[in-house]
């Protein structure tokens, strides 16, 4: 048993471009915690995008679902809910 968690594998994301190669036994901490491309789904309600870790901060940043709040009138929602009140 031992010697299967020490195999060298290649990272489970390694066919959308991660180059990690590592034991079997380091695999669910390098995707969970590491491997830039392992999958999220984003933390913005209503939001159904599926994106990889690297991309995390390009789509919080354009994501139609962030929360903001005007400064004129105090109303609060989405950027996407924004536009439909414009």
């Given at each position: 048993m031992d010697s299967i968690l020490q195999a060298e594998l290649p990272c489970e994301n390694s066919f959308i471009g991660c180059k990690w190669v590592g034991?079997?036994?380091k695999m669910?901490?390098?995707?969970?915690?590491?491997c830039e491309y392992a999958s999220f789904h984003c933390e913005n309600e209503n939001c159904k995008k599926v994106f990889i870790r690297k991309e995390i901060a390009k789509h919080l940043k354009e994501?139609?679902?962030n929360m903001i709040m005007c400064k004129e009138c105090?109303?609060?929602?989405s950027l996407n809910e924004a536009e439909v009140k414009n």
């Open positions: 034991s079997s036994g669910r901490e390098h995707v969970d915690e590491k994501c139609v679902h105090g109303w609060s929602g």
